[in-house]
């Protein structure tokens, strides 16, 4: 099951790496809404998204949509849909 988060802002970015090599992708700013033990509201976080993947993925969250994100076991975005 899927995530549900607001999207807020989306940034493309373009870097260099650690390694020297050039680095490309979005990074996907996000509100959250939880309710969980100590923490009751809304939360605000981000995580980026390589070019090579994000071109690849079927649906793309823009600014303004909310949505549901879905991670692999390794916790990074494995994909998104419409909520």
């Not at 373009?14 to 050039?22: I, S, T, W």
């Amino acid at each position: 099951m899927g995530e549900k988060i607001y999207v807020v802002g989306v940034q493309h970015m373009e870097f260099k790496g650690q390694d020297g090599q050039p680095v490309t992708g979005v990074k996907i700013f996000y509100t959250q809404q939880v309710t969980r033990r100590g923490l009751t509201g809304d939360i605000a976080g981000n995580f980026f998204v390589s070019r090579a993947y994000w071109d690849g993925l079927v649906y793309h969250p823009e600014v303004g949509a909310e949505c549901l994100v879905y991670f692999n076991r390794y916790g990074k975005v494995s994909s998104f849909a419409a909520a």
